[in-house]
């Protein structure tokens, strides 16, 4: 599957937000592991996940500024 990414930095941490045709399965719309964040979402017919080994709240932030 294609994916197109956005790369952030955020102080000492780099925010990576994966952008890709929505499919048919659901996405985790937060989750951690191995010390990783991800929060994934829909929009209209587009995926998204954004993933950091930032704090949850700072990337939700991020994700809060996306969705907007």
């Given at each position: 599957?294609?994916?197109?990414?956005?790369?952030?930095?955020?102080?000492?941490?780099?925010?990576?937000?994966?952008?890709?045709?929505?499919?048919?399965?659901?996405?985790?719309?937060?989750?951690?592991r191995?010390?990783?964040?991800?929060?994934?979402?829909?929009?209209?017919?587009?995926?998204?996940?954004?993933?950091?080994?930032?704090?949850?709240?700072?990337?939700?932030?991020?994700?809060d500024?996306?969705?907007?």
């Amino acid at each position: 599957r294609r994916t197109a990414v956005l790369v952030y930095r955020h102080g000492l941490h780099i925010i990576n937000v994966f952008v890709w045709g929505a499919g048919r399965e659901s996405l985790p719309a937060e989750t951690t592991r191995k010390g990783y964040h991800a929060d994934c979402w829909r929009m209209a017919d587009l995926d998204y996940c954004a993933v950091s080994d930032t704090s949850p709240e700072e990337l939700r932030a991020l994700v809060d500024m996306i969705k907007w």
